[in-house]
């Protein structure tokens, strides 16, 4: 057959989501020291609750936060039914410390997986009162991916920035050092936590940059981001809304799933992912870059719908389940 008529390939699809398992470890496992452990029944009913909620959203790539456990976490897979020929959870593979890890699990061939702590020396952010914020308090995670129908590679970032909990001074052992029912206290408190996830999202930005930069792959950030997708932390990250003043800074910025949809009849007047003091809020988040948006001369995909799955969030709190909602993104490939 004639090369010049060939017919072009079939469209593919790739779904994307991103979850926050809260808290996920073993039984018996203590991940914080005011927290009690799960039980073998609580652990039973979290890896089936979370099992099911992946079988709902039925992703090709997944991203997870609050991963204590590796081995939790692929329980977890186990018991959704779906096959995933990659997990991973860098820095749980034998219980994390500290603070918990962001995972991934893929259908598709993961080529490579990195994880990012550090910031350079240069990207660190004095605190006040603490210090130098000089890395994630959760690690970032870098995957290389390969695309359904030899449609080239896709890089995938998971990230879980600093919580908007203020930040009080305690001691080594966790004594608290200040009066927290002070507002003048709560307020520096706050500001702390702030600049913390300010100085991770500049960290975060730096290195969605460099990859963009780098190669015309298309970029994937997902995510708890801690903040609306509007809000300055999370515009540090993405920078879509320097593009109205420089359009040639769409190579490098990132864009908002729920935004670019291409089909704007879908597209919700409110979507949320998380509830705090009864406050609806988009704290977990699918970006993409200039490839998936078809508005772009760049495109090779674009974002067909995105959807919150959300109803438990109002069941009351219960911990064998996530406080937060599942964000799932249909992305069409060219």
Not at 242 to 247: G, K, M, N, T, V
Request: glycine share 6%; proline share 6%.
């Amino acid at each position: 057959m004639n090369p010049d008529t060939q017919e072009p390939p079939s469209p593919a699809t790739l779904v994307l989501a991103t979850c926050n398992t809260l808290n996920l470890a073993n039984p018996g496992r203590v991940f914080y020291d005011n927290v009690e452990s799960y039980d073998v029944d609580e652990y039973a009913r979290k890896v089936h609750w979370l099992g099911g909620m992946l079988r709902r959203v039925n992703a090709d790539v997944v991203a997870l936060q609050e991963v204590w456990d590796e081995s939790a976490l692929r329980d977890v897979i186990a018991a959704s039914g779906l096959r995933y020929p990659h997990v991973a959870a860098p820095g749980a593979e034998q219980g994390a410390q500290g603070t918990p890890r962001v995972g991934l699990a893929s259908r598709c061939r993961v080529v490579e997986v990195r994880s990012h702590q550090a910031f350079t020396p240069s990207h660190a952010v004095p605190v006040p009162e603490l210090g130098e914020h000089r890395a994630f308090e959760r690690p970032v995670l870098e995957a290389l991916i390969e695309l359904p129908g030899e449609r080239g590679t896709l890089r995938v970032l998971v990230a879980h920035l600093k919580s908007k909990r203020p930040k009080f001074l305690q001691d080594a052992a966790g004594n608290p050092l200040e009066d927290r029912d002070d507002p003048a206290v709560l307020a520096r408190a706050q500001v702390r936590s702030l600049v913390m996830r300010a100085a991770e999202a500049a960290a975060l930005r730096m290195l969605v940059v460099q990859r963009l930069l780098d190669t015309r792959e298309p970029l994937v950030l997902m995510g708890d981001l801690n903040d609306g997708p509007h809000s300055m932390t999370s515009q540090i990250v993405a920078a879509t809304q320097s593009i109205a003043f420089d359009r040639s800074a769409r190579d490098i910025a990132l864009f908002h799933a729920p935004e670019v949809q291409s089909d704007p009849s879908i597209r919700r007047d409110f979507a949320y992912s998380h509830l705090h003091q009864g406050w609806p809020d988009v704290l977990d988040q699918i970006w993409v870059s200039e490839e998936f948006v078809a508005s772009s001369k760049f495109a090779s995909g674009d974002v067909r719908r995105v959807e919150f799955f959300n109803d438990h969030l109002h069941e009351g709190r219960d911990r064998t389940k996530s406080d937060h909602g599942l964000v799932r993104a249909l992305v069409h490939l060219r």
